[in-house]
């Protein structure tokens, strides 16, 4: 390979673009090289390229029109040529002089009068009105003065292969404004060695490897310099459902509002804690085996488990009332109590810490769980047997209706639902009961998102809490809002076996109370 400039020229494509589009090309070429992901190597440091010099050309080239021109001369001298030296030409017989071609004649008639070598003289016609007027062009110089500068001009270029510095500048610019020559541009490439050719390609190593320390190879082994600047390829990583999410948010709300989370992992309650400590009737159809999951094995606890006083106390209050009430008037059988099932809300919980206030010293307190809970409900895109529940409460003296209307618009305000109406409602163990409704931006109308009350006296009263002292609670599930949050619309598209997992890594980050 000649190492020289001159012996390695590559002419580009001509043309007023051509450099540009070989330039960009190659460009584009090289980016795309550089955009692999991972943390690649340059791919023009990776082998040896020669180096390259562009250099610009320039010239004029002569049109077909100037060619025509510098081969039979220019129309204003073949028009001057055609004109006979006593008399005149008609302009008529013009076109005929000149072979027959009628724009040339047009072109060459315009020139020569242009150039004062002819000039227009009207002649014949009768003065009966017989034969109209002639018009012929006659010669206005002698043939000396007519000197034809425009084919010496061409003569001049093209002997010169377009160089532009063979004619003065104005000269050039009229053959260029006559479209007698144009300007043609191109690029040429001196080629020369570069810093690391080499006749034979050497193999560089992306990386240090245990291999070559080993070896020892790594002395004299080339290393590919790396590219910081590529992608790089995203590691397999794990992703937070969007449940948790969520329930990661509420955490962060109610713990922002002074709230402590209580313990909620015993999914399995007897029916003592999960209906008759919560004021819940036996005969209540809530539980009957059609809506309850009862356990088989072990399918009771020991009412023995329960301390005697309170269990005496919650049997009392069922069967013949107190505290401002008639109870059920009905016989409380030990052996419903006993039965152990899935526990059916986070109530269960709630009833246990509260008895636990009640008997280890007594304190004001903000409680809340978030846990799973378990019915025994036909499937469809809206129900599941088993879902979550968040549940927040207070327990405190003076408790009132109106706390609990305004703890509950500062919680769901946390939320981002800040228009609020509540509707009454029952429950066996909240007097007075609502449901909490919110008017939801993206649904155009108001859902009901759910219940709150405060715990009646047959409930507190039977646990020994003071006199004065009110609870306030509420609850909702933990999947309404997050079918809401990410647009699902079947909960069995959120929940369960059909999850799809794809959704679960391109979820976003949950922005509740942030």
């Known amino acids: 390979m000649n190492g020289t400039a001159a012996g390695m020229q590559t002419a580009g494509r001509r043309g007023g673009s051509g450099g540009a ?50 081969a039979h001369g220019s129309p204003e001298a073949r028009a001057y040529a055609a004109i006979p030296a006593e008399g005149g030409l008609p302009v008529d017989a013009l076109a005929a002089a000149l072979g027959g071609d009628a724009a040339l004649a047009g072109l060459a008639r315009q020139t020569v009068l242009a150039a004062r070598w002819a000039k227009l003289e009207k002649t014949g016609g009768d003065v009966g009105g017989g034969a109209p007027p002639q018009q012929l062009l006659v010669r206005a110089v002698t043939p000396e003065a007519a000197v034809d500068a425009v084919a010496d001009d061409l003569k001049m270029l093209a002997g010169t292969a377009g160089d532009p510095a063979s004619l003065p500048g104005p000269a050039i610019q009229r053959l260029v404004k006559r479209k007698l020559a144009k300007l043609e541009t191109w690029k040429t490439y001196a ?87 919560l004021f819940q009737p036996q005969q209540h159809p809530a539980r009957d085996a059609h809506d309850t999951f009862f356990l088989a094995e072990p399918a009771t606890t020991p009412l023995s488990t329960i301390p005697p006083s309170y269990a005496a106390a919650v049997r009392a209050v069922h069967e013949r009332g107190g505290h401002g009430s008639a109870g059920y008037d009905a016989p409380w059988k030990v052996a419903e109590a006993e039965k152990n099932l899935l526990r059916t809300h986070t109530t269960a919980v709630s009833s246990r810490m509260l008895y636990r206030l009640a008997t280890h010293g007594f304190r004001p307190a903000r409680l809340f769980s978030i846990d799973r809970v378990f019915r025994n409900e036909a499937i469809d895109r809206t129900h599941l047997a088993e879902f979550h529940q968040v549940e927040g409460l207070v327990c405190g003296p003076g408790l009132t209706l109106g706390d609990l209307i305004g703890t509950l618009t500062a919680f769901f305000r946390r939320l981002g639902l800040g228009n609020l109406r509540f509707k009454p409602a029952y429950n066996p163990y909240t007097e007075p009961s609502m449901e909490i409704m919110a008017y939801s931006e993206e649904k155009g109308d108001w859902l009901e998102i759910g219940n709150s009350g405060m715990f009646r006296p047959e409930m507190l009263k039977p646990m020994g809490l003071p006199d004065g002292v009110s609870v306030i609670a509420w609850g909702l599930s933990l999947e309404r809002p997050t079918m809401i949050l990410y647009g699902i619309d079947n909960i069995r598209d959120l929940f369960g076996h059909r999850v799809s997992l794809g959704m679960v890594r391109r979820g976003p980050v949950c922005r509740l109370g942030l």
């Open 21 to 70: 589009v070989r330039d960009g090309a190659c460009a584009h070429a090289d980016r795309a090289l550089q955009c692999v992901p991972g943390l690649a190597t340059k791919p023009s440091s990776s082998r040896p390229r020669p180096s390259t010099q562009p250099t610009s050309h320039t010239r004029y080239a002569l049109t077909p029109a100037g060619t025509d021109a510098l």
């Open 191 to 277: 080629l020369s060695p570069g810093p690391a050719f080499a006749l034979e390609r050497t193999k560089m190593e992306p990386d240090l490897t245990a291999e070559l320390v080993a070896s020892g190879a790594w002395r004299t082994a080339q290393f590919k310099p790396l590219n910081f600047d590529a992608l790089g390829t995203l590691p397999p990583h794990g992703a937070l459902h969007p449940l948790l999410k969520v329930r990661s948010a509420f955490r962060r709300i109610f713990t922002s509002m002074g709230f402590e989370e209580m313990d909620t992992n015993a999914w399995v309650e007897s029916s003592f804690w999960n209906f008759d400590a």
